[in-house]
Every structure is written in C-alpha cells, then in structure tokens.
C-alpha cells in the first residue's frame, strides 16, 4: 500500500468510527476544515463545508461533492474499526466519499495540473435531502459560482472502481404520503354498528398496487410502497382510525403527479364506498437527478484518462439523491463508483454491516484529479 492509500485509509477508518447525523456533523465539520487548512485550501463554514483552491489565471469553477452524514444504524461489521456512537452508522459510503474528495483537493493542491477554481463541497444531511438545499439557500452558489458540479457515489455489489452514469434522468424522485382514516370504532364482537377503519385501509393497500400495474407504462420504474399502517384498534376494540404511510419513487416528474393524482383519486373513492372520511398528503423530498450532456461525457472521458472500467448509459436507479438540488441549478453529473462485490463491500447500502472499500479511496481520489484536468485544463 502506497503512503497516499495508507493516510486516505487511516482517514476514512477514523471518519466510520465517529459517525454523526443530519445536520449534527459537527466533529466531521471541523476535521474536513482542518484537513483543508492543512494542504492551503480556502475555507468557508455553515451548514456544509465549502473548499475552493484556485489556480493558474482561469475565471471557470468546478464544484466536487461528498456527503457528511451517517445513518441511525446500529453496527453489526466485525472489522476492528466499528462505530464508536451506538446507533449511528457510515452505512452508506459518505465516510469514503469525503476521504476521496479530501485525497483529490491534497493532490490538487500539491501538483496542479490545472487553471482555474475547485470548490470542494462537503455536504450534511444527504439522507433526509435536506442539507444540499440548505447550503444553497445559505448562498454558497452565490458566494462561490460554479459552471459544473459533479458527486461521487459508490456502489455495492459492482467491480472495484467501475464508473457508470448516464446522461439525462439517473436517480428517482422520493415521495412520501399519508393517509388518514376516520370511521367509527366499536366493540370487536359486533363491527356492524359501526366503519372498521382497518378494514377500509387495507382495501386501499391492496388498491394502490394498481396505480403502477394499471395505470403507468411497464417500463416506468415508479415504485408505490406502503410502509406503516397505524390504528387506534386494540385486543377487542376495532380501529376508527387508520393511518397508512408510503413512499413512492418515480423517474419521471409526470409520473409522480400522475401518482399523487390517481392515489387520491382511489383512497378518496374506497372512502366514499364504506362512508369514512379521509385525507390525504403527498410531499416530494427529493426530486429526479438530471444529469447534463457535456458533464456526463467529462465523466466519461475522466474514467479513461484514469484507466477505469467504464458503462456508458447505464439504466437509471431506483435510489434518490439530493444533489438533485444542485444539478437542477448547475449543469453537472451524479455518477456511480463500484465499491468491490465481495464480503461487506457488496453488502447493500443501508445494511448494518456494510463497509466502504478502502482500496477505491486512491481510485475515487484519482478520478477527480483526472476530471478536474479535463474540465479546468492549463492552456
């Protein structure tokens, strides 16, 4: 193992340790500046971290994006690196994305090798897609203007280091619904005299399956999930109220109205059929990731100038992403890195015993270097 590997290593290991969650990254806050001030990067402070290293006599910027965040996960890994925080977990990479980009803005800083300005941004609050948006209504595209901006994401169960991404929709949008049932609650023995609301529900469990069966193409690739059901129903008492929570993903932003549209629609006439009322929420927390032409393809040329195995338009994914919010303001790419296919490096993101591979930190570092030369090259 190299001296670079080693230290990205030692970093991202003592990252997995100390995790923290949305909005509450403030020890990983302080050790991304630190790390920044270190190697001579500018730094600016608020609800992320923002880094920008300028170089040469070039006015174009180039923003890179890593996730602080971890998850409230308890740990089940067995290496020698755990958690340190019971019931909060690096479950999904970000303790790898940030020592990838912080390995890129070390070897930028040092070699150069391009004109123009980098603006590393390390972002909280990935996973409740709120932490892009709050950077960005604190003015950090204001603050520090970017022509492009790209984010790294790895992948379980793909070969170590394979890039892949597509142009235009990669990443769904993420819904989430409430419906609200109020009928009439009653003794369990006799459930004519009143609206068992479990009953009610569950017809319209079933019914909204129909919404992705019958009413979007085949090849949608919306998703309808109900995820909680809630009564006030006890051993012999039957429920006057329901309550079914969801998600849904959707590809497209017409499907997602679509969706909303037609699940109001069938809750509202399951309803009227059994005289209960109903009610109904459908809030978008993430919205679909677009990725530009011109970026994707700097992706693209990046992954040969660093020698990676490349899939060119690859099928979209079913996760969300909230660096939606900034490719929807700034041209940019969302792409995808494989992080190996065995043991916990293939395990799927959210699991309590998935782990990052160490070995894609030089990979990952690497990448950015070669795209940031792309994008930013010295004339």
């Given amino acids: 193992m190299s001296d670079f590997a080693a230290r990205l290593t030692a970093l991202r290991r003592e990252f997995h340790q100390n995790p923290e969650l949305g909005f509450a990254e403030t020890r990983t806050k302080a050790e991304v500046a630190k790390r920044l001030h270190e190697i001579g990067i500018e730094v600016h402070q608020g609800a992320g971290v923002v880094g920008v290293l300028r170089m040469g006599q070039g006015n174009r910027a180039i923003g890179l994006r890593a996730d602080m965040d971890a998850l409230p996960i308890v740990e089940t890994s067995t290496h020698d690196y755990p958690s340190k925080t019971f019931g909060a977990m690096h479950a999904c990479g970000h303790d ?3 020592t990838m980009l912080l390995g890129a803005a070390l070897r930028l800083a040092t070699e150069g090798g391009f004109d123009g300005n980098v603006v590393f941004i390390f972002q909280p609050n990935e996973e409740h897609g709120l932490g892009a948006k709050a950077m960005i209504e604190e003015g950090m595209l204001d603050a520090h203007p970017m022509d492009e ?21 990669i990443c769904a949008s993420e819904s989430l619904f409430e419906i609200t049932i109020t009928g009439q609650g009653g003794h369990a023995s006799m459930p004519q005299v009143g609206v068992d609301a479990i009953t009610v529900g569950a017809e319209m469990v079933t019914a909204l399956q129909t919404i992705v069966s019958r009413k979007l193409a085949p090849d949608a690739g919306a998703v309808v999930s109900v995820t909680e059901f809630i009564t006030d129903g006890q051993r012999n008492v039957l429920p006057g109220q329901a309550v079914l929570k969801g998600d ?33 929420t459908f809030n978008t927390e993430f919205v679909e990731v677009i990725n530009a032409p011109h970026p994707t393809q700097a992706v693209y040329r990046a992954a040969d100038a660093a020698g990676l195995d490349l899939i060119r338009e690859r099928p979209p994914m079913s996760f969300s992403e909230d660096f939606a919010h900034l490719s929807n303001t700034v041209p940019g790419c969302f792409l995808l890195m494989g992080n190996g296919q ?9 699991a309590s015993d998935y782990d990052f591979n160490d070995d894609l930190l030089p990979i990952g570092a690497n990448f950015w270097v070669e795209l940031v030369r792309d994008r930013l090259p010295v004339r």
């Fill in 96 to 98: 790898g994305h940030m």
């Fill in 149 to 169: 901006v790209y984010a790294i994401h790895n992948l379980p169960g793909a070969p170590l280091g394979q890039v892949s991404s597509r142009t235009g929709q």
């Fill in 248 to 280: 849904v993903r959707t590809r497209q932003p017409q499907d997602r109205k679509t969706v909303d549209r037609y699940m109001r629609q069938i809750v509202g006439g399951i309803a009227q059929a059994h005289g209960v009322e109903v009610s109904v």
């Fill in 342 to 350: 065995d043991g916990p490096h293939g395990q799927p993101l959210h």
